[in-house]
Nanobody
Framework: QVRLVESGGGSVQAGGSLRLSCEAS????????VGWFRQAPGKEREFVSA???????YYEDSVKGRFTITRDNAKNTVCLQMNSLKPEDTAVYYC??????????????????WGQGTQVTVSS
């Protein structure tokens, strides 16, 4: 079983940057697409970005051009570089493995092995 641990969250002012990391334990990490999701207080968990095994990437519309997802299978790590942060980006950010049939899925119910989350707070 793969275990995921997120890190890199923090508090920044609007316009600032953060780099989130998702480190996996387990030998089969490279076999999975990996997604980032976020959940703000009182809201449902929402898709942010995902990267497939061979590097194809997907982004939610509101983060396109600001966020970049990358993976290093040799280091069992997926990173999310977040630039030009906005107050509406404030949430707990989670990474997870795509365990579903479609590598391009954005549905959180297709994902598993969720990490514990890392808080991102953007002040105006």
């Amino acid at each position: 079983q793969v275990r995921l641990v997120e890190s890199g969250g923090g508090s920044v002012q609007a316009g600032g940057s953060l780099r989130l990391s998702c480190e996996a334990s387990g030998r089969t990490f490279s076999n999975y697409a990996v997604g980032w999701f976020r959940q703000a207080p009182g809201k449902e968990r929402e898709f942010v970005s995902a990267i497939r095994r061979r590097g194809e990437t997907y982004y939610e519309d509101s983060v396109k051009g600001r966020f970049t997802i990358t993976r290093d299978n040799a280091k069992n790590t997926v990173c999310l570089q977040m630039n030009s942060l906005k107050p509406e980006d404030t949430a707990v950010y989670y990474c997870a493995l795509n365990l579903g049939l479609f590598g391009s899925s954005r549905d959180p119910t297709d994902f598993g092995s969720w990490g514990q989350g890392t808080q991102v707070t953007v002040s105006s």
